[in-house]
């Protein structure tokens, strides 16, 4: 036995998102007396791989195939599946990303196994396998037990802390083998905004709305976010009136975010939105009008004018970060 | 084409969530139901799609108190319906009715939300895709078909990918794929006669169960910080907070 966990890179490095999982499923190996083992598909450097240990994983499995370069569903999923097989896995951990949970679903039915997703703390294992997860986005909770042999679970961010125990992990190169149907979705293209934080990974998330009066004023919110190495964000309304791209679109409907620090600029907290940030841990509100629903679901609050106040905080910024 | 687009029937999304019977039942007292907002999507993008000789029905797994629900997919514009007579317990229980109906219809397509707003779990499709051995992908913001091929725009972190595949597959579906459809007075008058099948379920096996909900902590009151003074607010962030 012992228990699987997916890691992800992005550009040839390992996801911030990927150490906290293996921080889980380390966490989560050690209380049913079992090992972590890492799966990594793609070339990374050898001490990239085994300094995975680190974070707790014994064991590196690298998939290392030139048709995986691009994160496709199924054979990642087939790929994965074989990892488990191989290391008689009986837990399987992925992170709730655009790949994670869209290969976690194909996996729980090729293992036949019980899938849990958007998990927010280590499993209960008094008496059974119980995990807690987050629904009705963020709105509540539900405790689950989860029945089957074979355990899939993907995890939210914060889930786990990173623990970083300072071993080597051994790495040993895998080939799965995967049916050429698998190859059934070609990528074309892929866009995505380079060098910035991602939304979904970030600390510290800034985020702007309609108070901001147009796009041409964002310097508020991109300044502030680079003054405090955070990712920026948006309401509905401004990436339904174009000014910011949809991927920055917080909210029920967009982008769901679990920051340490959220701080919402001229938002004036539709609920729809709160939805997509209540988990952060901390959120802060600057809006001029002091009833703006959004101080109720804060915990620091500054009612004035973006224009005056957000200028004078990216100043401060420097001397707190 | 053929399509199946498959509906969630969830709380509104301004609804006060709660609970009763010790936490372990959603308290649907005063909550309006609606359509899953990305499963609509999903709708609207199908009924564009669907051409003259095309068909698009809707599927939903729920008990009877779903059919409103139902009958305004059939308002916006699907043919018609099917309705598998079972409470949506879990995302396996939901995609193993699924792909049951699936196997023996042959759909082109199918689509729906890329999660339902209640569960979240965004698994369904995965599974379905799985279930009948074709491609599955999500979150898909844009869908266009030529002949036999989709081409598909898949929102990842921090952007997209355009995607290719060829049909049949189960895609889950987001904003901006389509405009959402009104269903005007016409439609609904017609969705009152057209066909809503209602099937059993399949039998299967249980591998999960939901013992209980949560609702979260109560939010302390919200610390104000004089907007004279806003620097004041990185102190507190720092030294109280503990989060810069």
New interface residues.
């Given amino acids: 036995m012992s228990v699987l966990v997916f890691v992800e890179g992005?550009d040839g490095e390992i996801k911030k998102s990927s150490f906290e999982a293996i921080s889980y499923a380390a966490e989560l190996a050690k209380k049913k007396n079992t090992h972590a083992v890492a799966v990594v598909i793609g070339a990374y450097p050898a001490d990239a791989l085994e300094s995975l240990g680190k974070y707790g994983a014994s064991k590196v499995l690298n998939i290392n195939n030139d048709k995986l370069k691009q994160p496709v569903?199924?054979p990642y999923?087939t790929a994965i599946a074989e990892a488990a097989n191989k290391e008689t896995a009986d837990v399987i951990i992925l992170s709730k990303?655009?790949?994670g949970?869209?290969?976690?679903?194909?996996l729980?039915?090729?293992l036949k196994?019980?899938?849990?997703?958007?998990v927010i703390e280590l499993p209960d294992l008094s008496g059974g396998f119980?995990v807690?997860k987050?629904?009705?986005?963020?709105?509540?909770?539900?405790?689950?037990?989860?029945?089957?042999d074979k355990k899939v679970l993907t995890i939210a961010k914060n889930a786990c802390s990173v623990t970083e125990t300072g071993g080597k992990a051994t790495v040993e190169s895998f080939a799965p083998s995967i049916p050429d149907?698998d190859f059934?979705?070609?990528?074309?293209?892929?866009?995505?905004?380079t060098g910035?934080i991602?939304?979904?990974?970030a600390d510290?998330v800034v985020s702007g709305g309609r108070g901001l009066k147009g796009p041409e004023n964002w310097h508020l919110v991109t300044d502030l976010a680079k003054a405090?190495g955070a990712a920026t964000g948006c309401s509905k309304p401004v990436s339904d009136l174009d000014w910011r791209p949809?991927?920055e679109h917080v909210g029920?409907?967009g982008i769901k975010v679990s920051p340490?620090?959220y701080i919402a600029i001229g938002i004036s907290g539709a609920?729809?939105h709160l939805?997509g940030v209540?988990s952060s841990?901390?959120i802060?509100?600057?809006n001029k009008d002091p009833e703006a629903p959004f101080?109720?679901?804060?915990?620091?609050?500054?009612?004035?004018?973006a224009f005056?106040?957000v200028p004078?905080?990216i100043?401060?910024?420097k001397?707190?970060? | 084409m053929k399509i199946l687009v498959c509906i969630s029937h969830v709380?509104d999304?301004?609804s006060k969530?709660s609970?009763t019977d010790n936490n372990t039942k959603f308290n649907a007292a005063g909550v309006q139901f609606i359509i899953g907002?990305?499963d609509e999507y999903a709708l609207s993008r199908a009924i564009e799609l669907r051409g003259d000789a095309g068909s698009v029905t809707v599927l939903n797994v729920g008990e009877a108190d779903t059919e409103p629900t139902i009958r305004k997919a059939l308002a916006i514009g699907a043919d018609d319906a099917i309705r598998v007579n079972a409470f949506p317990k879990d995302?396996?229980f939901v995609?193993s009715q699924i792909a049951a109906i699936a196997k023996s219809e042959k759909y082109d397509l199918i689509l729906m939300g890329r999660e339902s707003?209640?569960?979240?779990?965004?698994?369904?499709?995965?599974?379905v895709?799985?279930?009948l051995?074709i491609?599955?992908?999500?979150?898909v913001?844009k869908l266009d078909i030529t002949g036999n091929k989709a081409?598909m725009a898949?929102?990842?972190?921090?952007?997209?990918?355009?995607?290719?595949?060829?049909l049949p597959l189960v895609a889950g579906c987001?904003?901006?794929i389509a405009e959402w459809k009104i269903p005007n007075m016409k439609g609904i008058m017609s969705a009152r006669t057209k066909p809503l099948k209602v099937v059993e379920p399949t039998a299967v096996e249980?591998?999960?169960?939901?013992?209980?909900?949560?609702?979260?902590a109560p939010?302390?009151a919200?610390?104000?910080?004089?907007?004279?003074t806003?620097?004041k607010?990185?102190?507190?962030?720092?030294n109280e907070?503990k989060?810069?």
């Avoid at chain 1, 949970?101 to 194909?106: K, L, T």
């Avoid at chain 1, 196994?113 to 958007?118: D, L, P, Q």
């Avoid at chain 2, 491609?135 to 979150?139: A, Y």
């Fill in positions: 992005v569903i199924q999923a990303s655009s790949i949970e869209a290969v976690a679903s194909r729980a039915v090729k196994a019980a899938v849990v997703s958007n119980k807690k987050s629904l009705y986005t963020g709105k509540a909770f539900a405790n689950i037990e989860l029945k089957a149907t059934s979705t070609a990528i074309k293209e892929v866009s995505k905004a910035d991602l939304l979904t990974e510290i405090l949809h991927h029920q409907t340490n620090l609920i729809q939805a209540n841990k901390c802060v509100v600057i101080f109720k679901a804060a915990d620091y609050g500054i009612a004035g004018d005056e106040v004078k905080l100043a401060a910024a001397n707190y970060k | 709380p999304t301004a969530i609970f907002p990305y995302s396996y995609a707003i209640d569960y979240n779990s965004g698994l369904v499709h995965g599974m895709g799985e279930m051995g491609p599955s992908i999500s979150p913001m081409t898949r929102e990842i972190e921090g952007g997209k990918e355009i995607v290719e595949i060829a987001q904003e901006p249980e591998t999960t169960s939901l013992n209980s909900y949560e609702l979260p939010k302390g919200c610390k104000m910080i004089d907007a004279s806003p620097e607010l990185f102190e507190a962030l720092k907070a989060v810069l």
